[in-house]
């Protein structure tokens, strides 16, 4: 047990820094993408000018693996468009991007989802379309997608593991270093990974029991 | 800024090493057919625990998954190659290694074990059980009634999803390249070590995978919908 | 003086690609005065009570409310231009609408979703809002509702809050979609006796319904429609006590037990 106590509670307070980083990191991602997907995904169905590229951006974030997609953010981007300027940025930009692109998905799936009927009774009484968007499109939308949206949170801390590679001084980050310093990884290992397991399994059943209250509340299926 | 963007698109250094590059490509799909065989295993065994009868059965199921679908994959790499060889070790007393493909393709395929277990289980309950009675009625035996009626349906109820996880579990064979696995992101940085041109390198890198997925998966989806077509209409 | 109709129904067609379904609708309809369509799906009942405001645009032909145009505005110097969608949306109030699919909202509550449209809309604030809700409420029996979410209630209790919503704009007319279809038969009762209480009250109404019994002693006449002309029309006896047209007379005896 002294092993437990020497590598894993006597270290707590590097690793609690770490873990704080994380939150901080995929948080920040979750918002970015939240905001940057909803705008994807109006984009796409509402701006035919731009829809071509909107749906490009969509399916090239979707489809390039995070691992690639964050090299290439933390690496190429500063050459390109001299931003990022820190890997602390490039580490959320990197996770918000991949999941602005899944989100606009799921919006979009959620828009359609909503009756054409729920929309009529609004123009029949005297609702403007973006009255009709704005009051009963987008929250109904929102509410059926909420489950989901919790869900990529859960992707989003998954994935943020990699942003230790670009040295962003996260949870996975902190226990690799003093897996260097003291040569005994089990431990250390260990815990770091039962951590994440907790982390995401909590969120994970957030989001169930949001599906399940929607579903009793508002008689909504989770999209 | 545009010299930037040109280098960055200029695929002349990507083509002068496509042999190693393409080495690498092909490790990533070697890693991913493994490891799919693993998690599709591992996953069917864990879904028909979670239908059992027994609770102990259904308690160990619901274990496995959620223990594995809640797990990063890039700890759980990290946790098989460096700890469970020690774990081993101490049990069997003696000292125990593996290269980091074994690690890999055990990570991942437990991983995403988790996942196709919950799509089997959803597949194998959508089955209405009348079909297992009209089955019975015409005398068949409950071996004939598995293979011939329920899995050929949930392998079609499964699919789309299914589609889903295998591009997910691709996507995740390019950070096997973290425990010098061989693949094309492994191979990519080590050009970028003596080269030192990360811009041309990585951007390639990015499209390559992207076009990769794009193609596969659309074809995949597309090959898949139109086989379930037949029966779904 | 002659009464300006309430609705008035002037040549209309519609047809979707080369399905011609209205071909020459024409009637009005007079201040508290109820009438009901009835005929075989496929008729045009439907699209014809949607083009009426405009939730389908007409091909051709034009429906008046109180002798307003819905379609088109006849300027001062007498030209007539297409109206714009913001006017369609005002002259839009005045027509209540009940679908049968309810199309509650479903992230309001019941008292959200009846003074959504008369705080958005008319500019009410919310304070008169919530005491015309409740009164419209009321109206349908279901005060003690106006705190849930339209999920919790039956199917029937979904209609009466769809009409306490199409109430609260104090329309001139309400147009119902076949109001009924869509619930269990001992859910319909509570429905049409809130449908007659309006009728009573002198609500001007065009009702698309399957319910023979409310079309015959709650309106005061009856359209049936075929093949998306007006086959016939008159007060409800002489189409269920002689009707002279053939079609007619073969629908109504599917419905006679």
Same mark, same amino acid.
Not at chain 2, 170 to 181: G, H, P
């Given at each position: 047990? %002294? ?83 820190? *890997? ?11 999941? %602005? ?26 609702? %403007?379309?973006?009255?009709? *968007? ?13 489950? %989901? ?63 399940? *209250? ?10 | ?59 160990? #199921? ?49 991983? +995403? @074990? ?11 309950? @959508? ?7 009209? #089955? ?65 390198? +990585? ?10 997925? +794009? ?19 | ?16 690609? /080369? ?17 009901? &369509? ?52 005002? &002259? ?31 500019? &009410? ?54 109001? /009924? ?27 698309? /319904? ?48």
């Amino acid at each position: 047990m %002294s092993n437990w106590e020497r590598l894993v509670w006597n270290q707590r307070e590097i690793l609690i820094k770490g873990l704080l980083v994380t939150i901080e990191v995929c948080l920040i991602a979750f918002a970015f993408a939240i905001v940057g997907g909803l705008i994807l995904c109006l984009v796409r169905m509402y701006v035919r000018p731009l829809r071509p590229l909107a749906i490009a951006l969509i399916e090239f974030f979707r489809a390039t693996p995070i691992f690639v997609q964050l090299m290439w953010v933390a690496y190429v981007w500063p050459e390109l468009f001299g931003w990022p300027n820190t *890997f602390f940025t490039a580490g959320w930009l990197a996770l918000g991007l991949q999941s %602005s692109g899944y989100l606009a998905e799921t919006f979009r799936a959620g828009i359609e989802a909503v009756p054409a009927g729920h929309r009529e009774a609004g123009y029949s009484v005297g609702m %403007s379309p973006f009255q009709v *968007f704005r009051r009963i499109v987008l929250p109904e939308t929102l509410l059926t997608v909420a489950p %989901s949206i919790v869900n990529q949170f859960t992707v989003i801390v998954k994935s943020s593991t990699l942003i230790s590679v670009i040295t962003v001084p996260d949870l996975m980050l902190q226990a690799l270093k003093l897996v260097h310093v003291w040569f005994e990884p089990i431990e250390i290992l260990t815990a770091t990974a039962a951590a994440y397991i907790l982390f995401v399994f909590l969120v994970s059943a957030a989001g169930k029991a949001l599906a399940d *209250f929607h579903r009793r509340r508002f008689g909504l299926a989770a999209a | 800024m545009s010299d930037a963007l040109l280098e960055a698109i200029n695929p002349a250094m990507f083509w002068e090493y496509r042999l190693v590059l393409m080495r690498g490509l092909a490790f990533n799909a070697y890693v991913f057919f493994s490891s799919a065989s693993v998690a599709l295993a591992v996953g069917l065994m864990a879904a028909l625990l979670r239908v059992n009868r027994a609770w102990p059965f259904r308690w160990i #199921g619901t274990l496995h998954v959620e223990l594995f679908r809640n797990a990063p994959d890039y700890i759980m790499i990290v946790w098989v190659h460096f700890v469970l060889p020690l774990l081993l070790g101490k049990l069997l007393g003696q000292r125990i290694e593996w290269p980091p493909f074994v690690s890999a393709v055990v990570a991942l395929g437990f991983v +995403y @074990s988790g996942y196709f277990a919950e799509t089997f289980r959803a597949g194998i309950q @959508s089955i209405p059980l009348g079909h297992l009675d009209a #089955g019975r009625a015409c005398g068949m035996s409950e071996r004939q009634i598995l293979w011939r009626i329920v899995l050929p349906q949930v392998v079609r109820r499964m699919l789309p999803e299914a589609t889903n996880q295998f591009v997910s579990l691709f996507k995740a064979t390019t950070i096997v390249s973290l425990i010098a696995v061989p693949d094309l992101m492994y191979q990519v940085s080590m050009v970028i070590q003596t080269e030192m041109r990360p811009l041309p390198l +990585y951007t390639s890198a990015a499209l390559t995978y992207f076009a990769v997925i +794009y193609v596969v998966a659309g074809t995949l989806r597309l090959l898949s919908e139109r086989w379930r077509n037949k029966i779904y209409a | 003086m002659v009464e300006v109709p309430a609705i008035r129904v002037v040549e209309l067609r519609k047809s979707f690609g /080369t399905l011609d379904v209205l071909r020459g609708v024409s009637f009005d309809v007079h201040r508290g005065n109820v009438v009901s &369509m009835i005929g075989a799906s496929g008729s045009g009942k439907s699209t014809l009570l949607r083009c009426i405001n405009r939730l389908e645009t007409p091909s051709a032909g034009e429906v008046y409310i109180d002798g307003e145009p819905m379609g088109a505005r006849v300027g001062a110097n007498g030209q007539s231009s297409a109206r714009p969608l913001v006017e369609i949306n005002r &002259m839009r109030r005045d027509l209540g609408m009940v679908f049968q699919q309810f199309n509650l909202w479903p992230h309001m509550t019941v008292l959200g979703n009846v003074i959504e449209a008369p705080i958005r809309v008319r500019g &009410m604030s919310r304070k008169d809002a919530r005491a015309l809700g409740e009164e419209c409420l009321a109206q349908v029996h279901l005060s003690e509702k106006s705190s849930e979410y339209p999920a919790r209630l039956s199917g029937g209790q979904q209609q009466r809050v769809a009409i306490a919503r199409a109430l609260a704009m104090r329309p001139k007319a309400m147009l119902f979609d076949e109001p /009924t279809s869509s619930l269990d038969p001992e859910l319909t009762d509570e429905v049409l006796s809130v449908m007659r209480e309006l009728a009573g009250r002198g609500m001007t109404m065009i009702v698309v /319904t399957h319910e023979m019994g409310f079309a015959r002693d709650a309106s005061d006449r009856v359209m049936f429609l075929h093949n998306g002309q007006i086959e016939e029309e008159g007060p409800p006896e002489q189409i269920f006590g002689a009707p002279r047209s053939e079609r007619c007379r073969q629908f109504l005896s599917k419905y006679r037990q």
